[in-house]
Every structure is written in structure tokens, then in C-alpha cells.
Nanobody
Framework: QVQLVESGGGLVQAGGSLRLSCAAS????????MGWFRQAPGKERVIVAT????????YYADSVKGRFTISRDNAKNTVYLQMNNLKPDDTAAFYC?????????WGQGTQVTVSS
């Protein structure tokens, strides 16, 4: 049974930092592309960042470039999202996704709230 469990969310002031973690079980993480997505209230879920199975290739949404960093530790079956200089507009539920071919798995999400 595949499980993705996000953690690290919380309430932070604007300009602060958080580090999200996504711990995977039931799959070999090193064979999956991983991504972080977010969904603000009343809005669609959108991509934040992705990382290739090897970790060599990353992608960032324009809104987070230079502030967020995605990384992975395949030995620990964990993916991270370091978020710096957080803004109120970053407030959302953050989800991690594992993707390989037609297979896709999602975590349950972790809430990030940034106060002004």
C-alpha cells in the first residue's frame, strides 16, 4: 500500500521559513518523479515544484523561484520543500505527488498559513 505523508506545515509570519517533508512508503521513491502542489481556498490545485527521480532536474513555478527549493533523499524515501521568504499569498494546503508513467499517488496535504 502506497502512502505519502506530508509534514512541516504551520503558521509563520511573512518573511519566515518552513521546511515541508513528504515521507513515502510502499514504493521505491528513486523511480518516481516527485512534485509539490498547493491549493488555496476556492482555487485550483497548482504545481509548485518538481524533481526528477535522480534529483538532477528541477522545476519551479515562477511565483516561488528563488524562494523555494525542492530536494530529495532517496535513501530515506523522503522529498523536501524548503520555503524561504514566505508571503501571505503562499497560504495554502501543500500536497506531494509521486508520479511514474500512468501511476500517480498523492499525500493528504499539510497546511501552510503565512500571516502578514
Amino acid at each position: 500500500q502506497v502512502q505519502l505523508v506530508e509534514s512541516g506545515g504551520g503558521l509563520v509570519q511573512a518573511g519566515g521559513s518552513l521546511r515541508l517533508s513528504c515521507a513515502a512508503s510502499g514504493l521505491t521513491l528513486s523511480t518516481y518523479a516527485m512534485g509539490w502542489f498547493r491549493q488555496a481556498p476556492g482555487k485550483e490545485r497548482v504545481i509548485v515544484a518538481t524533481i526528477s527521480p535522480s534529483g538532477r532536474t528541477t522545476y519551479y513555478a515562477d511565483s516561488v523561484k528563488g524562494r523555494f527549493t525542492i530536494s530529495r533523499d532517496n535513501a530515506k524515501n523522503t522529498v523536501y520543500l524548503q520555503m524561504n521568504n514566505l508571503k501571505p499569498d503562499d497560504t495554502a494546503a501543500f500536497y506531494c505527488r509521486a508520479q511514474k508513467g500512468d501511476y500517480e499517488y498523492w499525500g493528504q496535504g499539510t497546511q501552510v498559513t503565512v500571516s502578514s
